[in-house]
């Protein structure tokens, strides 16, 4: 992007500005820029915040993430469970299962993982594979291998006493967990 400001200019509307924005701040934050990462999220929110909930509870995921990263898990975590708060009552299950994930690296379990006894990552994989991922999806969205993967579907298939996805999926659905 150089040296041109990300800025949701008046030709666009508010739903597009503030998704450029996001974008924006995303390539921030992957090009190692937190700062201004974190200042387009926050201008994205801006635009949208009351007004367009799956777009403010989408920007909400992408700061809750670059605050957790950065080491502020605490605003990460109210972040997150606000964009969580916001998926829930829309409906969006795919992306109430990254919320998951992402609180769970904030540190935050999950009741869910006391009561069927998974590990945060093991919770994080359950979760993913109810939602109808692939392992190399899985792979790639936790930016683990394939291997580990299967592995951690070996363990959570051990732990819940159950041989196949479409078990897996129901045993979460009863948690509420399901992706």
Same mark, same amino acid.
């Given at each position: 992007?150089?040296? *041109? !400001?990300? /800025? %949701?200019?008046?030709?666009?509307?508010?739903? @597009?500005?503030? +998704? $450029? =924005?996001?974008?924006?701040? #995303? &390539?921030?934050?992957?090009?190692?820029?937190?700062?201004?990462?974190?200042?387009?999220?926050?201008?994205?929110?801006?635009?949208?915040?009351?007004?367009?909930?799956?777009?403010?509870?989408?920007?909400?995921?992408?700061?809750?993430?670059?605050?957790?990263?950065?080491?502020? *898990? !605490?605003? /990460? %975590?109210?972040?997150?469970?606000?964009?969580? @708060?916001?998926? +829930? $009552? =829309?409906?969006?299950?795919? #992306? &109430?299962?990254?919320?998951?994930?992402?609180?769970?690296?904030?540190?935050?379990?999950?009741?869910?993982?006391?009561?069927?006894?998974?590990?945060?990552?093991?919770?994080?994989?359950?979760?993913?594979?109810?939602?109808?991922?692939?392992?190399?999806?899985?792979?790639?969205?936790?930016?683990?291998?394939?291997?580990?993967?299967?592995?951690?579907?070996?363990?959570?298939?051990?732990?819940?006493?159950?041989?196949?996805?479409?078990?897996?999926?129901?045993?979460?659905?009863?948690?509420?967990?399901?992706?």
């Amino acid at each position: 992007m150089g040296g *041109r !400001r990300l /800025a %949701a200019g008046p030709r666009l509307g508010v739903a @597009a500005g503030a +998704e $450029r =924005l996001r974008l924006g701040g #995303l &390539l921030l934050a992957a090009r190692n820029v937190p700062a201004r990462a974190e200042e387009s999220f926050i201008r994205a929110l801006a635009l949208v915040e009351g007004a367009r909930p799956l777009e403010e509870a989408r920007v909400l995921l992408d700061l809750g993430r670059l605050l957790c990263r950065t080491g502020r *898990r !605490r605003a /990460a %975590a109210e972040r997150l469970g606000a964009a969580r @708060a916001i998926f +829930e $009552r =829309l409906g969006a299950r795919p #992306l &109430l299962g990254r919320c998951a994930h992402e609180l769970e690296a904030c540190g935050l379990e999950s009741p869910a993982t006391v009561r069927l006894g998974l590990t945060p990552q093991e919770l994080s994989t359950a979760t993913l594979v109810a939602g109808g991922l692939t392992n190399r999806q899985i792979a790639r969205e936790l930016l683990i291998s394939v291997k580990t993967v299967e592995y951690h579907i070996g363990k959570i298939y051990l732990k819940i006493g159950i041989g196949s996805r479409v078990a897996l999926a129901a045993k979460l659905a009863a948690y509420g967990q399901a992706g």
